[in-house]
């Protein structure tokens, strides 16, 4: 089969690996679609890899059920299912694991497609067959891809900040996640204020649903967003998706009174001022992707909500194509793109 590998200080090559065979728990998935998403660059910019610390990238995988594993049972998955993957394994046995949070086991954790399992950037994907998700059948491949983890983080700090239909949530950052979180909280019947700094991603969340946007390069979003609120309070929730350390003091700031913020970007600082937190008695939670059950969860209710999720690939890609895909990717040349098989 061919294969994506990452080999460091922003290498790639496609090389020709044997067809994997699945062990008893396991199933052999023949891909579909493979999402491209913002922290495959952390890994494609890191150190030098050679040999057993090589893996197959890509952790948004959906696809069919080639091969079963003789210990797999017929409820657990067969050949033809249409399936996503949480792209997580553990022990199995914790209460991280048990409870579907199977990447905080603190036992035997694996990662697919990019940190210590081979993922979806490949003709063929080996997991446990445990880790599958069925996909709604109205779902598109690609629409799978997405939730398996751009959309279903979305849908995780969603449920974070206990959104409510009626109140005023503010999304800093409209890339992938923060579109994802735009549409989705619209359809949980929330008004939303998107903020970025990009006209392009603006617009995207305007056609997504946003009920406002604010260009954060014009205007300051903090006092725009106490224009757009009631007496100028502020928004009852917010989700920073920019790992950006001033954007998530606005995200704070923009709050009203016992708002509560969801911090989603990865890496970084957060620095806060004591008022915020004390006097104002805001809340401040993080939220890194998504259980098993939430992914599930996420792809039935874009299913029963017809969400055009699909619409957030930009660009598609042949796995012939990964080298240019990633340059593109890198430079901010393209937005989301999607790897697609036959």
Known sequence: MKAVLFLGEGKLELRELPDPVPGPDEVVIRMRASGMCGSDLNHLHGPVRSGAELVVEGHEPCGVVELVGTAVRPGEAKAGDRVMVHHYDGCRTCRYC????????PNARTVYGGLDGDGGHADFMKVPAHTLIRLPDSLSFKTGAAISCGTGTAFGAIKRVELSAGETVAIFGQGPVGLSCTMLAKAFGARVIAVDIEPSRLKMAEKFGADHVVDSRE???????????????GADKSIECSANATVRRQAVHALRRWGTACMVGVLGKIELDSEELIQLRKTVVGSLTFSKNLQEECALFVAERGLDVESLFT???RLDEAERAYQLFDRRQIGKGVFVFD
């Open 219 to 233: 205007q300051d979003p903090v006092t725009a967003i106490r224009e757009l609120t009631r007496d100028g309070e």
């Open 98 to 105: 048990r409870s579907g949070w199977t990447q905080y086991c």
């Open 315 to 317: 660009d598609e890609f």
